[in-house]
């Protein structure tokens, strides 16, 4: 494990790499919005990653880096992610392929900005589809607007809402409730499954 701070518009955020032997592609994935990369889903998504040959770069947001709880506004969460995995981009993962992937608020940061930072997927934890109770204030615009495979694993009991599959979107439902506790090895087992997938469909760089 290395780790690295990298310097944002919004001030620096901090990078823990977690490299697999032979890593085909790098995926970032972000924490939620009160909690921290140490989350056990994203503990379960690193040890998956890394088995499949993914490098993988759990990334602290500036606002956590300085010690607030409450998030950052969306733009700026968005500006500093594409900072950082520009960064990476140009940096430790030269010339490979990225996935941006996250917990809850992390899910929707990789989602707005999977397009803009060249993201080959996204990988979605706890979607939160919608405030506990608030199905009026909807967030699906955010994952239909991604145009790349994402994969998505929610809780069946996710008081945030479920979101259905689609044309480019698979779903898989694991016991339990918005934090994924409840079946770390049934979401290891998906998220491994899913990026070995994902490896396979990048074309070969030596033809």
Known sequence: MTGLTIPTPHGPAHVELHCAEQGGAALLLGHGAGGSISAPDLAASTRAATAVGVHVALITQPYRVAGRRAPAPARQLDGAWLAVSQSLA??????????????????????????????????????????????????????????????????????????????????????????????????????????????????????
């Open 90 to 207: 140009e940096g430790v993962f030269t010339g490979l392929p990225m996935i941006f992937g996250g917990r809850s608020s992390g899910a929707r940061v990789a989602c707005r900005t999977a397009a803009a930072g060249g993201a080959i997927a996204v990988l979605s934890l706890a979607f939160p589809v919608h405030p506990p109770g608030r199905p009026d204030r909807s967030r699906m615009d955010e994952l239909d607007g991604v145009t790349v495979p994402v994969l998505v694993v929610q809780g069946e009991r996710d008081p945030f809402g479920r979101p259905e599959p689609a044309a480019c979107r698979e779903v898989v439902l694991v016991p339990g409730d918005h934090a994924l506790k409840a079946d770390l090895i049934g979401l290891e087992r998906a998220v491994a499954e899913w990026l070995a997938r994902q490896l396979r469909a990048v074309p070969d760089p030596t033809g």
